[in-house]
């Protein structure tokens, strides 16, 4: 039997992009591994894009319920776990324990950076309190790169050891692609070429 990579993307902040990075996540890698996708969101946002994919594009296995641990198949690579919004310190904590990785999308905002830290703070001592060996990278989401707030937001990130995974520019293309069951790398070439060059980075560390 597989023992299935496990990937959460998570933060308690509403709005940042988690579902969008988990879909986009499983969507890529599901061109080259058997990937499961866990939608824990009350939302339920990645499981009605889940619905809207295509017999041509490559399966990827939903994981309707919320059990814990979820039930895996035997065959999966990778398990995505969109996780919900408003997480507890008892969800967090089951997180931490359970994934091999967790990605942590941070925004470019003074709001979004203030929230972070307290949310940064608790999880760094919990991992610390659960000695666990998840790994956590930091991200950049919905960025422009050229603004002062992105160079704040990437000096809030070097405060911490935790890896800086990559950044993501706001683009309609993750509206477009989540619209129709897609990730962005899904979309055209000429449309996307340098989303894709964005995702490269965070992909390579989901792989390590």
């Known amino acids: 039997m597989r023992r299935a990579r496990k990937i959460a993307v998570v933060n308690p902040k509403g709005g940042c992009g988690k579902t969008t990075i988990a879909t986009s996540l499983a969507a890529w890698l599901s061109y080259e591994s ?21 017999p041509d594009n490559p399966g990827i296995e939903l994981i309707p319920d919320r059990r814990w641990p979820p039930v895996v198949s035997t065959h999966c690579d990778y398990l995505i776990i969109d996780s919900p919004a408003a997480i507890n310190e008892r969800e967090l904590l089951r997180l931490l324990n359970y994934c091999d990785k967790i990605i942590v999308p941070l925004l470019p905002s003074p709001i979004d950076m203030r929230s972070g830290w307290r949310y940064l703070e608790q999880l760094f001592r919990l991992r610390k309190v659960s000695r666990s060996q998840c790994e956590i990278g930091l991200l950049a989401n919905r960025v ?15 405060q911490y050891r935790a890896p800086f995974v990559g950044h993501l520019r706001e683009s309609v293309n993750y509206i477009r692609a989540m619209e129709a069951g897609l990730g962005v790398a899904e979309l055209p070439y000429y449309q996307c070429r340098q989303d894709w060059s964005e995702w490269q980075p965070l992909v390579d560390w989901v792989k390590d």
């Not at 990937?35 to 295509?54: E, K, P, T, Y």
């Open 144 to 158: 422009k790169s050229w603004t002062i707030v992105y160079r704040e937001l990437i000096g809030f990130i070097d």
């Open 34 to 54: 058997d990937v499961a996708l866990i939608d824990l969101d009350a939302q339920q946002s990645a499981s009605d894009w889940h619905g809207l994919r295509l």
